[in-house]
């Protein structure tokens, strides 16, 4: 077993450890994916925590007065604009990696999840296969399959739902999940200072567009237990964001991005 | 400002791929199918169905003529009674396959199912009952016309993955969900249903009124055809994945901790001590001339002849998951992750290799 394979075996484990406590309740995997994508994201919580703190502190200097000077200063030499900017970076005590280094340390964390839930589906005889070697002797292997059945959907299948009246299918957790993703891109987003380096909002602006798309797409496609732990993680991620009382609300209105005064 | 969005959504798709390759369904994403008729192999392998000449393993066609990545085979194929291969798809489009094995060309499809096609459908006459990963035996009447083939589907319940059996009154189909059910080919009714205690994932052997299966609950089960009540049950050392072989009255199978058994089907008792050849056994293994062939995870093909040890006849580059055919003489065995790209090896009755299957890019 590769230590990549160890590692997201911990994973499994503790996945059908939830499911195996809860196995007599009705949509008892679903309920273990929400569970454990809560429990993986109180662990994170710390570094969730720095990376928004650190992302906020970039933003908040786009609209800093001094800097938008240093930027209009400096804007045809580059090389001096970079020295001013590491200047100001001291002075504000703001580190550009602390937004980057939580987020690469998180990265095999949400990746081996994300594959823990697509092991142990096991959609394919291979899979199943797998499986069965991954699982620990301190669970019942009559777990196995486990019951995919959560609320109305099979959680390994792509859901939807059929309306009376309409003639496709409708996909409800793909469509969630692209919403919780825009409002958790928007409310993470500055507002606009209007400067023609205002890089940061327009990048954000990108990502509000790119990334719901990008999800949806993955819940349109995918075993729907994916679907489930998007739709958890991003509803947590706004929470932790609402409780640091960095939201920014307004950006969910129309128009409530539109250019502001820097504040004296 | 341009360059941003170019890395942003550089790092997008990167996100994107990472997450499919980790999580998706590809092509060749499990082991293949393998069937034989008097001329030609068929290999069920991703999103390709293969023909391959047996005098001298040269490809004769490929299944569909564009592939697509929503279609992948991997179940073992099976032959109608007037010799068509019903196929079916494990892809996004789960569609049911009736193939022209002369021509390469499908006469028929269905894709009302809403899950894999996983298990080997059983023909029955010109019934077909087919198990889909859905929950639902799907009954079909190849004598009747287009769409109106389709005669019933069975609320089953969990995953069907495995071949059913019949007596020719009731059709026997083993689900995941650990239970084995026996449904009236008359009123495609329920008759009974029986909890073996382990997903099940084999096709059972079938003879005088009793069903013998063996599951991931560790043991071989003797079912009584009658009303699904167990007529023995013997613990094995690990769990059971394929079937087992039923000869003069011993039932032949492996585990997946490489232990291979001897049965007696009267009574479960050992006819033979197990013997741990060198790996995991998953297929079922098959009779040829008086001999037992069995494979194992490691890509050795065995031959045990009743009452004694196992032989190695050769063995094969890959892994072997895929239950090994016999036609004619030759002795078809389909290597996974083989890296030598062998999708087919073709073993004389003394085990020496006659050809190797290799697909042309």
């Known amino acids: 077993m590769s230590p990549w394979d160890f590692f997201v075996s911990i994973f499994v484990n503790s996945l059908m450890w939830i499911y195996n406590l809860l196995a007599s309740v009705p949509g008892a995997f679903g309920i273990s994916i929400i569970l454990f994508t809560i429990l993986i994201r109180l662990v994170t919580w710390p570094l969730n925590a720095a990376q928004l703190k650190s992302a906020k502190a970039m933003q908040d200097l786009q609209s800093d007065k001094e800097w938008q000077g240093i930027q209009k200063k400096y804007e045809k030499d580059k090389e001096k604009l970079a020295q001013e900017q590491m200047r100001i970076y001291k002075e504000k005590g703001i580190n550009p990696f602390s937004s980057c280094l939580p987020m690469v340390i998180q990265l095999p964390v949400i990746i081996a999840l994300y594959q823990s839930i697509t092991r142990s589906l096991a959609t394919t005889p291979l899979a199943l296969l797998q499986l069965t070697r991954t699982i620990g002797t301190f669970l019942n292997v009559s777990l196995i399959p486990l019951n995919s059945n959560f609320l109305w959907f099979d959680l390994g299948r792509p859901e939807y739902i059929n309306l009376p009246g309409l003639n496709f299918h409708l996909p409800v957790l793909a469509v969630i999940v692209a919403l919780t993703t825009y409002v958790q891109t928007k409310l993470t987003t500055p507002p606009s200072t209007g400067g023609a380096n205002d890089q940061s909002a327009a990048m954000t602006g990108v990502m509000s567009i790119y990334m719901p798309l990008l999800l949806g797409w993955f819940a349109l496609t995918f075993p729907s237990g994916l679907a489930v732990y998007f739709i958890t993680t991003n509803s947590l991620g706004i929470v932790q964001y609402a409780m640091m009382g960095k939201a920014n609300w307004r950006n969910l209105l129309p128009g409530g991005n539109k250019p502001q005064l820097a504040k004296k | ?361």
């Not at chain 2, 082991?31 to 169905?49: C, H, K």
């Not at chain 2, 089907?265 to 050849?277: E, I, R, V």
Request: aromatic letters at 10%; charged letters at 15%; glycine letters at 10%.
């Open chain 2, 1 to 361: 400002m341009k360059s941003n969005r170019f890395v942003l959504l550089a790092a997008l798709i990167l996100l994107a791929t990472l997450l499919s390759a980790c999580g998706g369904t590809p092509a060749a994403s499990t082991w293949p199918g393998l069937a034989a008729d008097q001329n030609a192999a068929y290999l069920t392998n991703g999103s390709i169905v293969y023909a391959v000449r047996l005098k001298d393993g040269q490809e004769l066609w490929r299944f569909p003529e564009k592939p697509s990545t929503k279609l992948i085979f991997y179940s073992n194929p099976v032959f109608t009674v007037d010799g068509q291969l019903l196929i079916g798809s494990s892809g996004s489009e789960h569609t049911l396959f009736l193939v022209d094995p002369e021509t390469g060309k499908d006469t028929w499809s269905f894709s009302d199912a809403a899950d894999h096609w996983v298990a080997s459908p059983l023909v029955v006459d010109n019934m077909i009952y087919a198990p889909n990963a859905d929950g639902y035996l799907y009954v079909f009447d190849l004598l009747k016309d287009g769409t109106d083939k389709f005669i019933a589907k069975v609320e089953l319940g969990g995953k069907l993955w495995a071949q059913p059996v019949s007596d020719g009154k009731y059709v026997y189909v083993p689900s995941l969900d650990h239970h084995l059910h026996a449904v009236d080919m008359k009123t495609n009714e329920l008759k009974w249903v029986a909890d073996l205690g382990g997903a099940l994932t084999g096709a059972p052997a079938l003879s005088n009124g009793k069903l013998y299966i063996g599951s991931f609950g560790e043991t071989m089960q003797a079912i009584n055809t009658a009303d699904g009540s167990i007529a023995w049950s013997t613990p094995t050392e690990s769990w059971i994945w394929g079937g087992p072989t039923l000869d003069n009255g011993i039932l032949y199978f492996g585990d997946l901790a490489g232990h291979f058994y001897a049965l007696n089907a009267a009574d479960g008792t050992p006819a033979a001590d197990s013997t741990k050849p060198d790996d995991a056994i998953i297929p079922t293994p098959l009779l040829l001339n008086g001999q037992v062939i069995f494979v194992t995870e490691s890509g050795n093909v065995y031959s045990l002849v009743p009452g004694g040890t196992p032989q190695s006849m050769e063995k094969v580059d890959g892994k072997i998951y895929t239950p090994a055919v016999v036609s004619g003489d030759l002795i078809l065995v389909a290597p996974f992750q083989s890296e030598t790209h062998f999708l087919i090896v073709a073993l004389d009755p003394d085990g020496k290799v006659v050809w190797s299957f290799t697909p042309e890019k």
